[in-house]
Each structure stands twice: as structure tokens, then as C-alpha cells.
């Protein structure tokens, strides 16, 4: 259940409530809105407990709520969460573009991509260093290695980084190199993953699973968020259908739904949403129409010969570049913020395709 304070409660009484609620047995979640502060209640309460507060000073109502997900619901948390990551905001009418390769490959190549990255105005490196692959004889990445590959890269370039972990075990090491850590597909119910990640303060993108409903994602993010890290976004990947023209089929609809449902912030992956590098432009526009807090984005600069085999669902630096042009003028249509750094053109003369 949730407690909504009356208008303009002193900071005094609202922990007063608080401790009440705590002495009945119960957590309670103090979320400070615009115009009210709701205090989430969780844990399994004494029926009594919510006619007894409706009853006290300066409570205005106490609502049930019936999901399963607490934290990460709206009800609980009525404004939008906006995550600060060293002065990049993430969240609310923030526009953030995440860009680089699928795998991190060779110092050279993760310097050159996040110098590209930077230039055309993205705000966070990306690139795997564990790969987790459908084959096992497929290229499962370069390990800890990519990763100091990376951090470096992301120094240099005044860029933040983000890159998969795979198991509870690697948390810790990567937490120490990247500065958000990405849930991928297939770990998105692997909650030993999803427990550690909550003992931490790393931000971390929670990627839907390909058969996963809105409730079964927001249940996966309650896993983290229960556990004390509240820094969680939501990514949409694209979803498994009958539909084979396209690696996955990108659920679009799932952006303002989870945005309806969650305060969280919400990225979209037009990259492996479609698998089709001439889909990537409109779907990543698409999904900033549809209201998507940022974009994660697979850019490579020789995608034909990429390690992974995943080139064809990688865009060209230019294309890159291009794309953010145009996010920046999208960005002022629908309300979005989007600081993106200007560079000059010739920035780019350097590669050629």
C-alpha cells in the first residue's frame, strides 16, 4: 500500500509516519514527489495498519496497490527518476545516446570508436568484453582485459562506459572499470545476478527478455531495486515473434507502457531490436517519437569484419553521426533535452569507409 501525505508536510512529520510505519512491522519507502510525498509501504501489513493511518495528521489517503513489483512502480514513485552519472543525466526529459561496438576488440579499435562516439555527440561508450553467445563456439569476448581497454578509452574521451555482466562472480570487477553495467536478454530472470547487482550503487541497464511480458521485466527490476540500488533503467531490445525478416521485432508500444507503468528511465536498442543496419535510423527515431529517454546503439568502423559476426546490425561512423544530427532536431519536438558536443565536420575526415 501507499501513503500520500497532505500538500506543503514538514520533512518532521513525514518521518514520524515513517517510524510509525517501521514499528508496525513493515518497510517504508519515502518517495518526495512535486506536489505530494507518497511513502510506499512494504512487506505484508496488518489490514488495521491502513485504517489507522488514514486516520492520522497530514495523511491524505492510503491507496492498495496490487502489483507485484512495489519499487518500481509509479504509484510508489510518481516523478520521474533521473540518474546523475558524473553530470550525464538519464532519465525525465534527458535525452542520452549510447554508441559503440558489440565487442570490445583491440586498444586501437575501442579508442578509435569511442573517438567517433564522442565527436558525433554520444554521451556513453559502449562494448562487451563477455559475451554471451546462442553457440558456444562463437567469440565470447576478450574478458577483463576489454574491459581496462575500455575504461581507458572512455577516460581519454571524456566518455562514460557501459558493458555486459554475466554472472555475480564478475559484478565487483566490472563495476570497478564501467560505469553502468548491462543485464543482457538472457540473464534478465537470473536473479542471483539481479540480488548482487542490488547490493551495489552502479547503475545498471536492465535488458528485457525476448519472451518477457511488462510485468515479468518490471518484477526483474524490482530484484535490484529491493536490493538497495535504486540506479535502474529499462531497456527494450525487441521481443521474439514469428516474424524472421528481422532479428528480433522491437516492441515500440513498450515505451510508453513501462513509462505508464514505471518511473524508471527507458531505453530502446534499435541495433538488436532489428538486426538490420538499414532499420536502425528510423526505429531509433521511432522510439525517440515515442518518448525513449535514450538509445543504445551498435557502431563499428569496419562492421564487415567485426569480431562478433554482428556487423550487419552495425552502423557506419558517418551513419552515426548523421543519426545524431537529426535525434538533436527530433529532440526539440518532442520535448527532450539532448546535449549532444559539437564537433567540427572534419572530425571525421580521418575515416573513410
Request: charged fraction near 25%; hydrophobic fraction near 40%; include cysteine.
Amino acid at each position: 500500500m501507499i501513503v500520500i501525505t497532505k500538500p506543503e508536510v514538514t520533512e518532521e512529520r513525514i518521518n514520524e509516519i515513517a517510524g510509525h510505519i517501521l514499528r508496525a512491522g513493515v518497510q517504508p519507502h519515502v518517495s518526495r514527489g512535486t506536489d505530494r510525498t507518497v511513502i510506499g509501504i512494504i512487506g505484508q501489513a496488518d489490514p488495521a495498519l491502513a485504517e489507522h493511518l488514514r486516520s492520522m495528521k497530514d495523511v491524505e489517503n492510503v491507496i492498495k496497490i496490487s502489483k507485484s513489483y512495489k519499487l518500481a512502480s509509479r504509484d510508489f514513485h510518481p516523478d520521474d527518476t533521473v540518474i546523475d552519472i558524473k553530470g550525464v543525466k538519464i532519465g525525465g526529459d534527458n535525452l542520452v545516446v549510447m554508441g559503440g561496438p558489440c565487442a570490445v576488440e583491440s586498444p586501437r579499435q575501442i579508442d578509435e570508436i569511442a573517438r567517433l562516439v564522442k565527436n558525433a555527440g554520444g554521451q556513453v561508450l559502449r562494448g562487451g568484453a563477455f559475451k554471451p553467445r546462442t553457440g558456444p563456439y562463437s567469440f565470447q569476448g576478450i574478458g577483463v582485459e576489454g574491459l581496462v581497454m575500455m575504461a581507458e578509452a572512455g577516460r581519454k574521451h571524456g566518455l562514460l562506459t557501459i558493458t555486459e555482466v554475466m554472472t555475480p562472480e564478475y559484478v565487483d570487477i566490472c563495476a570497478e572499470h564501467a560505469d553502468i553495467l548491462q543485464v543482457g536478454t538472457r540473464n534478465m530472470q537470473n536473479f542471483d545476478l539481479l540480488r548482487k547487482l542490488g547490493s551495489i550503487q552502479t547503475p545498471v541497464l536492465l535488458k528485457r527478455g525476448f519472451s518477457a511480458t511488462y510485468d515479468e521485466f518490471l518484477n526483474a527490476a524490482e530484484y535490484i531495486l529491493a536490493g538497495g540500488n535504486p540506479n535502474v533503467m529499462l531497456c527494450e531490445r525487441g521481443i521474439r515473434t514469428f516474424e524472421s525478416y528481422t532479428r528480433n521485432t522491437l516492441d515500440l508500444a513498450a515505451i510508453p507502457v513501462l513509462q505508464s507503468l514505471s518511473h524508471l528511465p527507458v531505453i530502446s536498442d534499435p541495433s538488436h531490436g532489428t538486426g538490420r543496419r538499414e532499420l536502425i535510423e528510423p526505429m531509433a527515431k521511432a522510439s525517440v517519437a515515442a518518448g525513449a529517454n535514450g538509445l543504445i546503439i551498435e557502431m563499428h568502423t569496419d562492421p564487415d569484419n567485426s569480431s562478433t559476426g554482428d556487423g550487419v546490425q552495425s552502423l557506419f561512423p558517418d551513419q552515426f553521426a548523421a543519426l545524431l544530427k537529426d535525434l538533436e532536431k527530433l529532440a526539440e519536438v518532442v520535448g527532450k533535452r539532448f546535449n549532444t558536443v559539437k564537433e567540427p565536420q572534419e572530425a571525421f575526415a580521418v575515416w573513410t569507409r
